[in-house]
């Protein structure tokens, strides 16, 4: 992967949890984890050899796994140039290649100066003072809005040569807030500038673009480690663009997705979880209306892309002991093959008829008002496999 400008690969070696790291992020890098997995860890790292070395780390910022006993972080720039920083078991620190302009907004300083100035170059200094000292917060969020307002004004004059890394741009910002900056950073880094952060929101996930997310996973004595989606073909990034809004982007950050195949299936899930004695939002499963049964291979590939375990749960479209019609069979066919049979659950004939929803009017509201007062006892043994499947997955 190439950047215009920017950290093109980054390795990051006994820096807190990041004991053997390496990535290439784009001029959007997206960072999406679970909590304590190590974000943070990677992006201070970044940060503070961009800046040239300073802050340094010290000995206290050595990974604890006695395996290592200094800190290694290296970027190839899209230049062509090397950055270096080194820190000994002493705490004494070598760096090679210059300072890259990078401003640093941490979570911890969102509601107050916003920026971490430890070590600022000339270059950031002028940046944090012409964009970011002088916002006034009239955007939504308060002081958070000061975020808006900087990057507004730097679009705005075409600043170029700018890496940013933010923490959670997501927090103090209402959602149609969060939406709008995801658009301006874009937009910002469209403009020759790179964008790093770390986001609890689907709101800043891009499903059209899967290679511009950081998977981060924290596996025990391995430390933090990174995996990057390949991206997908042009033709199905395209219907992920026009199918998956910010609700359906929630899967990137379940614990595991049940894909359905509508609205109807969707609204009534969630009791069926409630009767069988879970809550899928307190379980991390997202329940995804997939807008019908030949959008499911794309979101089973998706959700393989994001290493987010799934389970289908789709209508047969044909009577028990009866077959499909061969369009359904071949469709059938192709979600088991993806899914796998163990997570795949097919409803003979369909979601009504095993639910015991009669007609084809107001479905949604129907499904609503049957499955709201259901008890365990009066759940179709199909529904109640699927939620077992979910919920083992999420739990594994």
Partial sequence: MSTGFGVRAVTIAGFRSARSVSFAPGPVCALVGGPSVGKSNLLEAIWRLLQGGAPS???????????????????????????????????????SGGPVPVLFLPAALRSGDLLAHDGMSETALRLASNYFARANGRSPGGSAGK?????????????????????????????????????????????GNQVLYSTHSPAFLNVGRLDELALVEHRGAEGTVVIQPQPLEADEAFRALSELDAERAELLLAGAALLVEGRTEKLSL?????????????????????????????????????????????????????????????????????????????????????AGLQGSHHKPARAWQEFSSRGPDRVPGALAEAVKRAVALARA
């Fill in 147 to 191: 975020l808006l307002d900087g990057l507004e004004r730097l679009c705005e004059d075409c600043v170029q040569g700018l890496v940013l890394i933010i923490e959670e741009p997501e927090l103090f910002l209402r959602p149609q807030a969060q939406r709008y900056l995801y658009r301006r950073l874009r937009a910002y880094a469209d403009a």
């Fill in 270 to 354: 969630p009791f069926v979880f409630r009767a069988l004695g879970h809550d899928a939002d307190r379980e991390a499963i997202t329940i995804v209306d997939c807008g019908g049964k030949p959008n499911m291979p794309l979101f089973i590939r998706i959700c393989h892309a994001a290493r987010v375990p799934c389970v289908v749960l789709h209508d047969r479209d044909a009577l028990p002991g009866r077959r499909p019609r061969h369009a359904e069979s071949a469709l059938n066919a192709e979600i088991a093959g993806l899914a796998g049979p163990r997570n795949t659950i097919e409803l003979a004939p369909d979601f009504e008829g095993v």
């Fill in 57 to 95: 780390p010290g000995p206290e910022d050595v990974s604890s796994d006695g395996a290592q006993d200094a800190i290694a972080i290296r970027a190839a720039m899209a230049g062509g140039e090397e950055l270096v920083l080194e820190v000994g078991p002493a705490g004494a620190a070598s760096t």
